[in-house]
């Protein structure tokens, strides 16, 4: 049920593709508590991007999941930021994360809802 989106206007080092979707879906599970059976997480990477006018490193990421804590975005902000920063490059201040949280009826799974 959570779902984690990161497009990037960078491209990951060869074989570091698949590691860093590891990563990020380790990190949602626990961050989140949830099962990590549940976590999807998926890269755009290489996009064509601008942000403050600049080609430098840069992400937008969306983190998507039914109940989504609001009292600890700030601490997933970190922990998303720490991870781009860590395995792409990219500092904290060229991020956007987007927080939502869905209800169970709102999120559809194996041919029904949660």
Known sequence: MPYLLIKTNVT??????????????????????????????????GCPMLFAGSDAPLAYVELKSIGLPKA???????LLSRLLHEELGITADRVYIEFASATGDLWGWNGATF
């Open 12 to 45: 990951p080092a060869d074989g570091a593709l698949a590691p860093l979707l590891r990563k990020a879906s380790q990190l949602a599970a626990q961050a989140l508590g949830k099962p990590e059976d549940y976590v999807m997480v998926a890269l755009e990477h």
């Open 72 to 78: 600890r975005t700030a601490e997933l902000s970190a």
